[in-house]
């Protein structure tokens, strides 16, 4: 009986997150995804409740096709430092879907919309030692933030149970972007 509970449970939930894709997913093209993105905000829970995360400057990556693989290189802050890291995705089982095997954990990343153009709201969820952390992540092709793009990031994340206490807004400061751009950047 609970495997059966169970099982159910598991297919709602694919379904609710089939659903909270854009209908343009469903044919989705990594070439077109392919590109430079900007890290320009997120929505999480965070602990504890009400507790602002410090200033964090904005990320960005680079999504290139490698074989049946995509390579990602990622600049971002991490604990008052800017990180490199490069890493391989592999194709999920739904369009939009990839994984990205790590030493401390697997990042499941599932882009919920995008234009390809302008803006990829993305749900990352990170499984650490049995544990699963989710995060949404705006990105952008500029670092302009159009108002039509923090809308579909705020119906998205209500989507997830998170309100606009639950979002925050990366520090414009391009030092770890930056680091894409140069060959002899530290990575991690």
Same mark, same amino acid.
């Given at each position: 009986?609970? *495997? =059966?509970?169970?099982?159910?449970?598991l297919?709602?939930?694919?379904?609710? %997150?089939? &659903?909270?894709?854009?209908?343009?997913? @469903?044919?989705?093209?990594?070439?077109?995804?392919s590109?430079?993105?900007?890290?320009?905000?997120?929505?999480?829970k965070?602990?504890?409740?009400g507790?602002?995360?410090?200033?964090?400057?904005?990320?960005?990556?680079?999504?290139?096709?490698?074989?049946?693989?995509?390579?990602?290189?990622?600049?971002?802050?991490?604990e *008052? =430092?800017?990180?490199?890291?490069?890493?391989?995705?592999?194709?999920?089982? %739904?369009? &939009?879907?990839?994984?990205?095997?790590? @030493?401390?954990g697997?990042?499941e990343?599932l882009?919920?919309?995008?234009?390809y153009?302008?803006?990829?709201?993305?749900?990352?969820?990170?499984?650490?030692?049995?544990?699963a952390?989710r995060?949404?992540?705006?990105y952008?092709?500029?670092?302009?933030?159009?108002?039509?793009?923090?809308?579909?990031?705020?119906?998205?994340a209500?989507?997830y149970g998170l309100?606009?206490?639950?979002?925050?807004?990366?520090?414009?400061?391009?030092?770890?972007?930056?680091?894409l751009?140069?060959?002899?950047?530290?990575?991690?």
């Open positions: 009986m609970k *495997g =059966r509970v169970l099982m159910a449970l297919g709602l939930y694919v379904v609710l %997150v089939a &659903g909270t894709q854009d209908p343009i997913l @469903k044919d989705f093209d990594f070439a077109k995804f590109g430079l993105w900007y890290e320009i905000a997120f929505a999480a965070l602990e504890p409740q507790s602002p995360p410090k200033e964090t400057k904005v990320g960005a990556v680079v999504v290139e096709l490698e074989d049946s693989h995509l390579a990602l290189t990622a600049a971002y802050e991490d *008052g =430092r800017c990180m490199k890291e490069k890493s391989q995705a592999l194709k999920g089982d %739904v369009p &939009g879907k990839f994984k990205i095997p790590k @030493k401390s697997t990042k990343v882009v919920l919309a995008t234009d153009k302008t803006y990829a709201i993305m749900d990352i969820v990170f499984h650490n030692e049995g544990a952390h995060v949404l992540k705006l952008s092709r500029t670092l302009e933030i159009k108002e039509e793009v923090m809308k579909r990031f705020h119906e998205v209500g989507e309100s606009g206490k639950d979002m925050y807004l990366l520090t414009w400061d391009m030092t770890c972007v930056n680091l751009h140069m060959g002899d950047a530290p990575s991690s």
